[in-house]
């Protein structure tokens, strides 16, 4: 079994629904989901790896703008890939025209740009299991 972390950004949680039919992936389920607002401080261990860099303030600055609603999926191994295909790249807003088949992702159907990008989804097991416990700590199954 694989889990993966999965959060809907500020601005797009009114797509909930249409999110989560996009992500119905056979033998998976969410096992928790959360709406809440992020800190500071979540979000400075969250993104330490471009915390440094110029355009940093204002991604905070969206992200702590409204809440977000987050998730933990569970499914057969392979579920962090699969997600991540239907997640799409993180510049597919940008993208799409290019790549038509882009359009079919949910950042190419919904993201406004590369930091409005709708969704985060984790990139790997060791990263979805940081953030799982980050964001959900252990206390967070139905």
């Known amino acids: 079994m694989e889990r993966s972390y999965v959060m809907i950004k500020p601005g797009f949680t009114h797509l909930e629904k249409e999110i989560l039919k996009m992500l119905e992936i056979k033998n998976s389920k969410i096992i928790a989901r959360k709406e809440f607002s992020l800190t500071k401080e979540l979000l400075r261990e969250h ?11 204002e991604l905070e600055k969206y992200m702590l703008s409204e809440p977000v609603i987050a998730y933990v999926f569970e ?30 992702t949910i950042r190419g159907k919904y993201a406004i740009d590369g930091s409005k990008n709708v969704i985060h989804a984790s990139d790997g097991i060791n990263t979805a299991n940081e953030e799982i416990a980050r964001f959900f700590g252990n206390d967070y199954c139905f």
């Open 47 to 57: 993104y330490r790896h471009i915390s440094d860099k110029d355009f940093y303030p």
């Open 75 to 104: 499914g057969e191994d392979g579920l962090i890939e699969k997600i991540r295909e239907i997640v799409g790249p993180t510049k597919a807003a940008i993208l799409k025209d290019e790549n038509p088949e882009l359009k079919n």
